[in-house]
């Protein structure tokens, strides 16, 4: 048996992680320990919940999950933290467990976990393996370009663009500072920052992370099929990640309520473009805390 208490559960991040945990098996003996929704930014409230669980999931915003690590000094309860507060932070294990064959282990070992973003998520898992094989050089010059689900922005967004209507598309993180950057550059193994030009669509949830290379420009002016293998062998055996023969077009919704991810090099032979798919609520948020949620208890 293992208490779960998911500190923001009636938030958008929150509430997919619960309705996911109540999914479960009853075998696994997950409990939720739920707060009264009256005390949830109650400080002796959430210091209570955190004395009697196992694991506590943080679903707010990064100052108060930064406030809920302070509470939980001198405790024994786990962390597994879905903000950006972090996630690059000493201490803490980053939850991309399909990032290096080491990170699963480290997951179930950690006390401290961080739930990856949802760009990042992508990102990451496009040009790590590339870096690491010296195809994509770490000071190259990368730009980065993707579109998001509007849930992405929260329940406010949300309710915003549901009961007014939102637009149909605009591009966003425009001072070029997105709170991502860090950890892409971080995990990617860049030393130059990327470029990176986040969008959102009026559609709930789906995402696309797109990273347009110019193969001669890379060491050995690799092929296309050499970049594809490179993600193949990465991601060989991997549940919720998987390389994929590439499209003439894709859908940014595809994957809506699924927790997968599916890479792809599309190319004309000259140029490449990266790709991957992915549900910003899903392997971007909530799939990826209940991957980690169950590493981190061996199930
Ligand atoms: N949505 C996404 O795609 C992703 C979001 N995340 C991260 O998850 C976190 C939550 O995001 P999201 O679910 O979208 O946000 P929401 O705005 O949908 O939910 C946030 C929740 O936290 C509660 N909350 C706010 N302040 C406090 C506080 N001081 N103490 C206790 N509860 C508080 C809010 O309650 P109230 O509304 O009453 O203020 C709300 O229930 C963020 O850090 C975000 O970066 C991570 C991955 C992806
Ligand atoms: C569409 C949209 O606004 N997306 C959010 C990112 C989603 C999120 O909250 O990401 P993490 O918590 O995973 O960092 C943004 O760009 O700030």
Same mark, same amino acid.
């Given at each position: ?17 619960? %309705? ?34 196992? &694991? ?46 080491? %990170? ?95 969008? &959102? ?30 993600? %193949? ?31 792809? &090099?599309?190319?004309?032979?000259? %140029? ?28």
């Amino acid at each position: 048996m293992a208490r779960i208490f998911i500190d923001g559960e009636a938030g958008t991040t929150g509430l997919g992680i619960r %309705q996911r945990i109540e999914a479960l098996p009853a075998s696994y003996g997950l409990e939720i320990l739920s707060i009264d929704p009256a005390l949830r930014k109650d400080t002796a409230a959430r210091r209570s919940m955190l004395e009697q669980a196992d &694991v506590a999931i943080l679903c707010l915003p990064d100052d108060a999950a930064r406030e809920t690590v302070a509470l939980a000094e001198g405790l024994d309860v786990r962390i597994l933290d879905a903000s950006t507060a972090h996630r690059i932070a000493d201490g803490w294990v980053y939850g991309f467990p399909e990032m290096a064959a080491e %990170q699963a282990a480290a997951i179930k070992a950690a006390r401290f976990v961080a739930n990856p973003g949802c760009y990042p998520t992508g990102a990451i898992a496009l040009m790590r393996p590339l870096v690491r094989a010296g195809l994509l050089p770490a000071d190259h010059p990368v730009s980065i370009n993707a579109v998001s689900g509007y849930s992405g922005a929260g329940r406010v967004a949300i309710e915003e663009h549901e009961k007014n209507g939102g637009p149909a598309f605009f591009l966003y993180g425009l001072n070029l500072k997105h709170k991502h950057l860090p950890e892409i550059r971080h995990y990617s193994g860049l030393t130059r920052q990327p470029l990176f030009v986040p969008s &959102v669509g009026h559609f709930p949830q789906g995402m696309i992370v797109s990273i347009p290379l110019h193969l001669k420009d890379l060491p050995g002016q690799p092929s296309a099929a050499e970049l594809e293998a490179v993600l %193949q062998d990465a991601y060989a055996g991997c549940e919720h990640v998987r390389v994929l023969p590439a499209e003439t077009q894709l859908v940014a919704d595809t994957l809506a309520n699924t927790d997968d991810m599916e890479l792809r &090099v599309h190319h004309n032979g000259e %140029q490449v473009v990266l790709t991957a798919r992915l549900d910003n609520l899903g392997k971007g948020a909530s799939g990826a805390a209940i991957q980690n949620l169950l590493l981190m208890l061996g199930l």
